[in-house]
């Protein structure tokens, strides 16, 4: 794992089928550590996630569940989504233990919707250090942009783009997304420019 923000840590898996980066991020905090959408890892990240501790799993999207299993089993840590992703995952063999709902805080995350991808996408903003974690609802692709995934996984894309606009209203400056490379300043103005060039 390398940290890219103070106390926030990645590590990526290469999906050959679309050609980037999926990203796991760990989120050190007094309080107890989160886990983001954890993607499949080595055997030494699974041993560094165990060694700090995982106080809570939380998948921003249905299918997120990658290797949620191998952290949750190995750190105890109840995993959480929104319950309209809830049973896609539960079908993929993941044990959900909690509720993630609109408007709720993770410790200093507030959980805001990002539905349209799949019915209950969320995102994590974290205002006071103006970083917005996202999971499915854009990608980081180029580096250093935003673009949709393809129309045929996308289960409404006028709300996507409805929920993307919202996301783009929220004070952030690092884009940490879980698909494709993540942006560290200029984030929001970088999701401004997809924005913009989506249908009205």
Sequence with gaps: MREILEGIFTWPWFSQRNGYDFNGYLVRLAGGNLCVDPVEMTAEVLDEIE??????????NRNHFRASMKVKERTGAPIAIHPADAAFAREKGT?????????QRVGPL???????????EVA????????????????????????????AVI?????????????????????????GAPILTGGRAALLRLVDGLPR
């Design 124 to 151: 994590l903003h974290w205002p006071e250090r103006r970083i917005l974690f996202v999971g499915d609802a854009c990608v980081g692709k180029p580096p250093g942009a935003c673009a949709l995934l393809p129309d």
């Design 110 to 120: 507030e959980v805001v919707p990002a539905a349209g991808k799949s019915p209950g």
């Design 95 to 103: 044990r959900i233990d909690e509720e993630l709902r609109a408007g």
């Design 155 to 179: 289960d409404d894309k006028p709300r996507l783009v409805a929920s993307l606009r919202a996301l783009a209203a929220l004070e952030f400056d690092a884009l940490l997304l879980a698909d």
């Design 51 to 60: 060694r700090v501790g995982v106080q809570r799993i939380v998948l921003t």
